[in-house]
T-cell receptor, first 116, second 112 residues
Framework: GAVVSQHPSWVICKSGTSVKIECRSL??????MFWYRQFPKQSLMLMAT?????????EQGVEKDKFLINHASLTLSTLTVTSAHPEDSSFYIC????????????FGPGTRLTVL | RKEVEQDPGPFNVPEGATVAFNCTYS??????FFWYRQDCRKEPKLLMS???SGNEDGRFTAQLNRASQYISLLIRDSKLSDSATYLC?????????????FGTGTRLKVLA
């Protein structure tokens, strides 16, 4: 299957700082990328959907000014958690959908964010 | 009502047992259906897509019932390595794009 990488894999930061997470599709072009958040013992919750070159579509309840998503190319999307707080501590996972492989998502390994 | 509902389990079964999971979805416009497997602290991995005619992949069989809006996953001859959380995923079109909705997952523990 296609490969998606995420960086960093884990990060610990102080409250009030911003954290950028990168999601890269390594061997395919991801026309659409999805960002999810998963709290312990809960399922993945879709945060936003982004298509290359256009603004992300955020799910209800997700603050677009807090979670900045940029999908500048077909192989890279970034999620920036601005002014992070302890309640933002979570497992953030991205996925990419390849052109021609509709309805199949390829997930990154996730980024574990801990805000102190 | 949740868009995708699953029994969280855990299902504790002995090795070699057959176990079945069900999942219901609320949006009748749903188009695609999947079972994913997620190990602790890892990303989900696609186990299989679910087709209307039902499909089988080795020890795993998936079924879709559109009329009743549920999908199922059957695992035969359970192995210790099958222990994981199984996520039901449904995809439907919305506002010119589409969304994937994940169930909360069903935990399976296969015991020696």
């Amino acid at each position: 299957g296609a490969v998606v990488s995420q960086h960093p894999s884990w990060v610990i930061c102080k409250s009030g700082t911003s954290v950028k997470i990168e999601c890269r599709s390594l061997d395919f072009q991801a026309t659409t990328m999805f960002w999810y958040r998963q709290f312990p013992k809960q399922s993945l919750m879709l945060m936003a959907t982004s298509n290359e070159g256009s603004k992300a579509t955020y799910e209800q309840g997700v603050e677009k000014d807090k979670f900045l998503i940029n999908h500048a190319s077909l192989t890279l999307s970034t999620l920036t958690v601005t002014s992070a707080h302890p309640e933002d501590s979570s497992f953030y996972i991205c996925s990419g959908e390849a052109r021609g492989f509709y309805n199949e998502q390829f997930f990154g390994p996730g980024t574990r964010l801990t805000v102190l | 009502r949740k868009e995708v509902e699953q029994d969280p389990g855990p299902f504790n079964v002995p090795e070699g047992a057959t176990v079945a999971f069900n999942c219901t979805y609320s949006n009748s416009a749903s188009q695609s259906f999947f079972w994913y497997r997620q190990d602790c602290r890892k990303e989900p991995k696609l186990l299989m897509s679910v087709y209307s005619s039902g499909n089988e992949d080795g020890r795993f069989t998936a079924q879709l019932n559109r009329a009743s809006q549920y999908i199922s996953l059957l695992i035969r001859d359970s192995k210790l390595s099958d222990s994981a959380t199984y996520l039901c995923v449904v995809n439907y079109p919305t506002s010119g794009t589409y969304k994937y909705i994940f169930g909360t997952g069903t935990r399976l523990k296969v015991l020696a």
